[in-house]
């Protein structure tokens, strides 16, 4: 008799054993499943972002970025190129970046002048800035130049404004 109760536990216990060890595959293929579907609105490559801004003596003031309603600029990378009449004319580019209406926060690239054409400017640049309105505008440090113009192309990507945000 006892022998019979011993076998009865041990063979319950093998069935419990059986029973979980064949639904935690299932749970993991599911969560598997699930997560392949799920959708990350914060991946970048989901809303990328590209624009080109043009500065220039002639239209000396900052360019607005055209943000869409609802979303987060996220700015990664900046490339400047330009031309200036003076060697003894140092260009600066300026990023006027807000969140939430709040008063804006400048960001300065100094391109560099080539070496080759003494009048042209480049820089290309790693950056993270957060807008949710953006303007681009230059400046410059040495003489005041007669002639000065840039093409600043900025890359990144759009992100879902939330309440919160």
């Not at 536990?9 to 392949?36: H, W």
């Given at each position: ?64 970025v055209a943000i869409p309603e609802g979303k987060r600029l996220v700015v990664e990378y900046v490339t400047i190129a330009g031309a200036t009449c003076c060697t003894s004319t140092q260009p600066l580019i300026l990023f ?70």
């Open positions: 008799m006892t022998w019979q109760r011993t076998l009865l536990v041990l063979a319950a216990a093998a069935a419990m054993i059986a029973l979980v060890s064949l639904a935690r595959p299932r749970r993991a293929f599911a969560d598997a499943v699930s997560a392949v579907l799920t959708r990350d609105t914060d991946l970048p490559a989901r809303q990328p972002f590209q624009a080109t801004v043009i500065v220039n003596l002639n239209n000396f003031r900052n360019q607005s006027n970046a807000s969140l939430k209406g709040a008063a804006a926060t400048t960001y300065y690239l100094q391109p560099v002048i080539s070496e080759v054409a003494n009048y042209q400017f480049y820089k290309s640049e790693v950056m993270k800035i957060y807008a949710d309105q953006l303007s681009v505008g230059f400046g410059w440090s040495g003489y005041n130049p007669s002639q000065l113009s840039s093409n600043v192309a900025i890359s990144g990507h759009l992100v879902d404004l939330t309440q919160e945000q």
